[in-house]
């Protein structure tokens, strides 16, 4: 059972920089797509990034593209995600997500970490 561990969320103003950290567990992960989800209060959540294990590729959503970068790390079976130049609307709850490629949802996921960006 894949497990999903989040670390990395806080309080920071607008402009600064964070990077989550999201711990898997309980799989080979090399035929998984890794993704990076967040929830706003009173909002669906939404699809922020998306990496490829094996082979690195890499999607981003319009609004976070060329301010968040996704990567991983397999030797350490880490995904993280640096978070730069955060807005206000950055706030949100994140969640590390994992998915085989052969798959069509993420159907696995953590427990979330809060992000708070101060105006």
């Known amino acids: 059972q894949v497990q999903l561990v989040e670390s990395g969320g806080g309080s920071v103003q607008a402009g600064g920089s964070l990077r989550l950290s999201c711990a898997a567990s309980g799989r080979t992960f090399s035929t998984y797509i890794m993704g990076w989800f967040r929830q706003a209060p009173g909002k669906e959540r939404e699809f922020v990034s998306s990496?490829?294990?094996?082979?690195?590729?890499?999607r981003y959503a319009d609004s976070v593209k060329g301010r968040f970068t996704i990567s991983r790390d397999a030797a350490k079976n880490q995904v993280y995600l640096q978070m730069n130049s955060l807005k206000p609307e950055d706030t949100a709850v994140y969640y590390c997500a994992a998915r085989r490629m052969s798959e069509v949802k993420f159907g696995s996921w953590g427990q979330g970490t809060q992000v708070t960006v101060s105006s």
């Open positions: 990496i490829t294990w094996s082979g690195g590729t890499t």
